[in-house]
């Protein structure tokens, strides 16, 4: 495989590539869809397979869920998904998503200012971590000699909730723009996962400061994909159908965009696999699946 620093394979992935859907293996279909629905404000729609596409009405799917009672349980020590992340359009928004969870119960795992963004943190049913938060404007990202600086400092809860003060009506359904803005992998060391996603497929390194963790962005957003080995450090990927990650969805605009990282890809030895809808999927060194998709 190509390493980041082989100036003959790396290229940088278009600006306007993006994060789309996550799919998940659950132990229990209709138990992970009332949480989806009712905790994060997702409707569900059944796919031809019987798995579920939860999203907004309306708009491209965010996450699928394919249900398998067999499956073999979520091992936190193995590479996979360490949350994907769900990105509200405002503040108020966070606030409101805030109030759902409340409503609902579903406990908090974390709440964190990363000085570019808003975060609460939180696991579904069967343990796959969650992110929903909000982006603070461009503008007033941080930056020192020329590093974007990210941060993990408490969030200050009371604060977000403020932005609904005397607010008569609660928002039960996720709102429109509402999409996935990252995915933080758990990967079994950060050299080969850099030459991976940096050096082949083409995003750019943004942060290097967390210990143990790398993030990687096109288009100069904070981060679109996060990695860590802060479980995961020297680990195998989990039992074949395990509950987790299925795939993750890396969309590019356009054909040509998508047939320029796929010569990268082949250029590297590497033969991309072809899902049974006809999906095309890279495997990273950690064994974590990225279908290619052109939108």
């Known amino acids: 495989m190509a390493t980041s620093t082989d100036k003959t394979m790396q290229a940088q992935i278009h600006p306007g590539a993006a994060i789309g859907a996550v799919r998940l293996t659950v132990s ?3 138990r992970s869809q009332m949480f ?8 569900a729609t059944e796919l031809d397979d019987g798995a579920l596409a939860l999203g907004v009405a309306g708009e491209r799917p965010l996450i699928e869920l394919h249900g398998d009672q067999s499956a073999p349980r979520l091992n936190r020590r193995a590479t ?27 406990p908090l795992d974390g709440a964190s200012d990363h000085l570019v963004s808003e975060a609460l943190y939180l ?12 982006d603070r404007p461009r503008g007033d990202w941080p930056y020192e000699d020329d590093q974007l600086q990210m ?3 408490a969030l200050d809860l009371r604060g977000v909730l403020s932005e609904i003060d005397g607010a008569e009506e609660p928002q039960r359904q996720a709102p ?5 803005g990252h995915v933080h992998l758990q990967v079994a060391e950060l050299e080969h996962s850099e030459a991976f996603y940096n050096g082949l497929l083409g995003f750019d390194v943004v942060v290097r400061g967390y210990p143990g963790a790398l993030f990687v962005s096109a288009g100069g957003y904070h981060h679109h994909i996060g990695m860590n080995t802060w479980h995961s450090a020297g680990s195998t990927p989990p039992a074949p159908g395990s509950v987790g990650l299925r795939s993750f969805e890396v969309a590019l605009p356009g054909g040509e965009e998508l047939e320029r990282v796929l010569a990268r890809v082949r250029a590297a030895g590497i033969t991309p696999e072809t899902a049974p809808d006809g999906a095309t999927i890279v495997r990273d060194p950690s064994g974590n699946a990225v279908q290619l998709n052109a939108l």
Do not use: C, M, Q, W
């Open 80 to 106: 996979g998904l360490y949350h994907l992340a769900v990105l509200v359009p405002t503040r108020r928004d966070l606030a409101f998503a805030l109030k759902r969870l409340a409503d609902e119960r579903a």
């Open 176 to 180: 429109s723009g509402t999409r996935i």
């Open 151 to 153: 941060a993990t400092n």
């Open 123 to 134: 696991s579904d049913p069967d343990g796959n971590g969650i992110e929903i938060y909000r």
């Open 28 to 30: 229990n279909l209709g």
């Open 36 to 43: 989806y629905e009712r905790a994060l404000g997702l409707s």
